[in-house]
């Protein structure tokens, strides 16, 4: 599954050293800081299907009927009235009414699959099919370590954010607003979280959202990075577009949807459903909204551009109906998340959803029942591309630095459980069970020592010491290890190389940009 590790240090900093042979070629190369980045997983194993075909077909009608009869909002955007007009919708103020199996119609010129582009070639990701790429927690105000507790992030956490999701074996991508840097003014912060994951990562990453004119500085400097025939060509961005739940597409969302359509980068329109508060309370009632939703923003970016890339995205949770907070890793969840999945590859598109959802307030055994719930869903409901894979906690509030380590290690089960089950000559193991027969133990025989490096995953963080070591070495428990890996990962650190002169345009770019305008913190 993983790629060849790539070595870090001189070649990588853009200074060609010296080749050295015999005992100091040995050494340097055992003092190299290695980063092993695991490809996309590409699943062997089913999806899980909860729906039958009658269930998926009221489903669709339903949803189809939603669109013709009650309509969805396109507020304070008159060119998206104009363009619903003219597709052939009955528009009445700003209520779009879309007759049945027009959305449909439209949303066919959508890819079933695209490839996001990395700096770094070797991190492509392909996004559709089969497939699942892993981007890391979206959004937080608020950062959480073991050393400084609970607190608004800054430009500091951020950068540092990027530079573990850099590190992290599992993670094929790294994210977009990995933490929002409350220190940095808002009309200006998108620029320097671009800048953190052009130049500290060359994993792919997501443009800005928050502001149509943001969308645009995220297309500008990406044409600084990869080239601007390159752009035009590719897609090397994929953004969250999130609607207001229920049936409402804002003009800030839209806009920035119509910058990324026109220039041919991926969105991912998700509708953002707290069941029970912004849609029905049972499945089929929210995956009816879900799947009208999803048909009118899919069909509406098809309007801007016909065959832009986009991806179904189904963000759904539950509601505690005691005290109103969101509640994670629950079976009613679940279950709108397979659902949505089926409905995703009816659809032919691809699919977003799931994480390392909580409600927890720390990274503890809460924390760890509800991502696993979380993560095993998202994985055996067909999902293509998971945000917040790591790092969240407090229900999206938090990015916390020991869950982010946490989650990242553990997304290697789902690297191998997608690998299914090996049936060739040596998965077969007959030559094994021959040698050992009766009686006998595995430990020494032939297959075993062919086969034990690789034949079982092992967590990278968690600990498997007798219990005298583990006391002997401070009986630390989940978080503290967590916390020290933290503080190794981000001294191995060592920044991908870039052109000088791709840097150097960057920065200027930013700098010109923040100068542009005065500093607006509303």
């Known amino acids: 599954m993983a790629e060849p590790a790539v070595e870090m240090g001189a ?53 189809e009927t939603v669109l013709a009869e009650i309509g969805v909002n396109f507020v304070d955007n008159p060119a ?50 089969r497939n699942l790429v892993m981007a890391p927690v979206y959004g937080p105000p608020f950062v959480r370590s073991a050393n400084g507790g609970r607190r608004y992030a800054t430009m500091e956490d951020f950068r540092n954010f990027v530079k573990l999701g850099y590190m992290s074996k599992w993670l094929h991508h790294s994210g977009g607003t990995v933490c929002e840097p409350t220190d940095i003014a808002v009309n200006k912060r998108h620029l320097d979280m671009l800048h953190a994951h052009m130049t500290l990562s060359d994993k792919p990453f997501m443009g800005s959202v928050t502001d149509p004119t943001r969308a645009e500085d995220s297309v500008a400097m990406c044409k600084l990075l990869f080239g601007s025939d390159f752009v ?11 609607l207001n739940s229920p049936l409402t597409f804002d003009s ?21 459903i707290v069941g029970g508060a912004m849609a029905p309370t049972t499945v089929a009632g929210t995956l009816t909204q879900v799947m009208a939703e999803v048909l009118a923003g899919v069909a509406y970016s098809q309007l801007v551009r016909p065959g832009a890339p986009v991806i179904m995205g189904a963000f759904v949770t539950s509601i505690d109906m005691n005290s109103g ?3 994670f890793g629950t079976p009613e969840a679940a279950l709108i998340t397979y659902g949505a999945g089926q409905l995703a590859r009816r659809l032919g598109l691809p699919y977003r959803s799931g994480g390392s959802f909580c409600g927890s307030k720390l990274p503890d055994a809460q924390a760890a029942y ?11 409901a067909g999902v293509n591309f998971m945000l917040h894979s790591c790092g969240w906690l407090e229900g999206g509030l938090v990015a916390s630095y020991e869950k982010f380590v946490m989650d990242a290690d553990q997304l290697g089960t789902l690297h191998h459980l997608a690998k299914g089950v090996d049936m060739s000559e040596n998965g077969q193991a007959m030559d094994a069970l021959r040698e050992v027969g009766p009686g006998g133990h595995f430990l020494g025989c032939a297959h075993t020592q062919a086969n034990f490096k690789e034949a079982f995953w092992r967590s990278d963080l968690l600990d498997y010491k007798p219990f ?48 542009s305008e005065p500093d607006a913190f509303g």
């Open 11 to 63: 070649a990588t900093s853009g200074r060609r050293g010296r080749s050295g042979g015999g005992g100091a070629a040995r050494r340097a190369s055992r003092s190299a800081v290695s980063l092993e980045t695991a490809k996309y997983i590409e699943r062997n194993i089913p999806n899980l299907e909860v729906l039958n075909e009658e269930a998926l077909q009221i489903i669709e009608a339903n949803a």
């Open 80 to 129: 998206a009235l104009q363009r619903w007009r003219d597709a052939g919708a009955d528009v009445e103020g700003e209520r779009v009414r879309i007759p049945r199996g027009l959305a449909r119609q439209l949303c066919a010129t959508a890819p079933a699959a695209f490839t996001q582009h990395a700096r770094n070639s070797a991190r492509n990701v392909e996004i559709g099919g």
């Open 232 to 242: 035009d060509q590719n897609t090397v961005m994929t953004s969250l577009i999130n």
């Open 252 to 272: 800030t969302m839209m806009g920035a949807l119509e910058v990324y359509a026109r220039a041919n980068q991926a969105c991912i329109i998700s509708p953002f």
């Open 325 to 327: 907070a969101p509640t």
């Open 370 to 380: 509800e991502t696993a719930n979380s993560l095993n869903m998202a994985l055996l």
């Open 468 to 515: 005298e070591t583990w006391e002997e070495e401070g009986a630390r428990d989940t978080q503290a290890l967590a916390s020290a890996r933290v503080t190794k990962m981000l001294g191995d650190y060592q920044q991908p190389a870039l052109d000088p002169a791709v840097n150097e345009a960057l920065s200027d770019y930013v700098a010109r940009r923040k100068a």
